[in-house]
């Protein structure tokens, strides 16, 4: 008797961890979406690997295993995706601003994902994607940090986005701190350097004018506000 109540405490035990199994499969197959980045966005002439992938609590994307079958629509002359792979090329000729959606097609129609793809020329946009200020400056009068601070936080640290559509956030993406600090819209001089923040949230926040460079072979971003108070430049780093 007590062998087969121990057979019968082994074969429930063993269905609820496949159970279990079972609904964490689940969940990653509801949650999938196509990343790594979210919208896609890709300098001319550039190839990137899309992958179906699904969040984990405080950590990274995670690729879920499952068929899947990539397109992309409209179909837009210079932009291809290998159907079986999901890389994605630009051929360098699309012109900046150019854009499609990119279409994946999960374990044989149980799912279909969606995400946007954006197209740019580095050399008009060449901040585009994301960046990071290890630490603050130590000149200066710190005017312009005191502008897009606020209390209780600081900037050095946090990520900074500038997307193609002219919408940049300046916040942490992932982990238990995540969270935006300043979005909004920009514009782009190109000509004379000049980059202005339009802020759009929180409300009531003024804009400001920078004048911007990109060094280290695009690896850094030099920023300097455009104001008479004593102050200098900041380093934000590619991520």
Not at 121 to 149: N, Q, V
Not at 196 to 220: D, F
Request: net charge positive; with cysteine.
């Amino acid at each position: 008797m007590r062998i087969r109540t121990v057979r019968i405490a082994m074969i429930v035990l063993a269905g609820a961890g496949a159970c279990a199994a079972q609904k964490a499969n689940d969940w990653a197959f509801q949650n999938a979406m196509i990343g790594p980045d979210s919208p896609i966005e890709m300098n001319a002439g550039s190839t990137y690997q899309a992958q179906v992938v699904y969040p984990v609590p405080d950590g990274p994307l995670y690729p879920l295993k499952a068929k899947v079958t990539w397109r992309i629509e409209p179909a837009v002359k210079g932009i291809a995706i290998d159907a079986s792979s999901g890389k994605i090329t630009v051929q360098a000729e699309v012109a900046h601003g150019s854009s499609a959606t990119v279409r994946a097609n999960v374990d044989n129609g149980r799912r279909t994902l969606t995400a946007k793809l954006w197209v740019f020329r580095a050399e008009m946009y060449p901040f585009i994607g994301s960046w990071m200020i290890e630490s603050e400056p130590t000149c200066g009068d710190m005017t312009e940090l005191k502008a897009l601070d606020q209390p209780g936080r600081r900037i050095a640290g946090l990520t900074w986005k500038f997307h193609v559509d002219e919408q940049f956030w300046i916040g942490r993406e992932l982990g238990i701190a995540a969270g935006t600090f300043l979005s909004g819209r920009f514009e782009n001089d190109t000509k004379n350097h000049k980059l202005t923040l339009l802020p759009e949230w929180p409300k009531g926040r003024k804009s400001s004018t920078w004048t911007w460079s990109v060094v280290e072979n695009g690896k850094k971003l030099l920023l300097r506000p455009e104001t008479s108070a004593p102050s200098c430049s900041y380093a934000l780093h590619r991520q």
